[in-house]
Each structure stands twice: as structure tokens, then as C-alpha cells.
Nanobody
């Protein structure tokens, strides 16, 4: 299994980023997927999920600002992040909603005020 997240960066509050996750070694269409983040000194938390049937769910803190999507044909999962806030800072990972033990290296998002 490979879960390669990319697209992070440093932005000012109010800015936008789009994260991408390239998956391999899994049949993406059979899996509900999610984006997680780990802020400094905090536990990893689920930010957004998308089911096999394209249903979505979001943490309250990101509702209305983040959009998760998937492209099974390309084995990709995306996270569009708008109106970013300093509290969105952290390392973002993609994984299944029932996560593998393997997490990949994630991608750093830093939002400055």
C-alpha cells in the first residue's frame, strides 16, 4: 500500500490549498477514504471522509471550508481547503476511513495569521 499525500505549503489566513493523495496497492473504488491531520502536540484527527458511494462527512471545524473528493479512475483523493485558519496548521495524511497502520509521510500545511 502506498498513500502519497502532496500539495501542502505555507499560506496566510484566508488562503487556499488543494491536497492530493495518490494511492496504490489498493482498489480505491472499494474503500471509503479520508483526510486526517495532526497538529503539533495533538493527536491525529479525521478532517474529512468520502465513502465508496461518494457520501461525505466533515469535522465541524472545517465544514463549509473544506471539500473532499475522489477520482477512482486515477486512484486519487483530493482535499480542497478554502478560508484557511491558523488552527488548520498540521501534517495532513490520507488513509482509509478505517485506517491502515501505514500512514505515509503526509504533507505539511502551515497557516499564518
Amino acid at each position: 500500500v502506498q498513500l502519497q499525500a502532496c500539495g501542502g505549503g505555507s499560506v496566510q489566513a484566508g488562503g487556499s490549498l488543494t491536497l492530493s493523495c495518490e494511492t496504490s496497492g489498493i482498489t480505491l473504488r472499494l474503500n471509503s477514504m479520508a483526510w486526517y491531520r495532526q497538529a503539533p502536540g495533538k493527536q491525529r484527527e479525521l478532517v474529512a471522509g468520502v465513502t465508496r458511494n461518494y457520501g461525505t462527512n466533515y469535522a465541524d471545524s472545517v465544514k463549509g471550508r473544506f471539500t473532499i473528493s475522489r477520482d477512482n479512475a486515477k486512484n486519487m483523493v483530493y482535499l480542497q481547503m478554502n478560508d484557511l485558519k491558523p488552527e488548520d496548521t498540521g501534517v495532513y495524511y490520507c488513509n482509509r476511513m478505517n485506517p491502515f497502520n501505514y500512514w505515509g509521510q503526509g504533507t505539511q500545511v502551515t497557516v499564518s495569521s
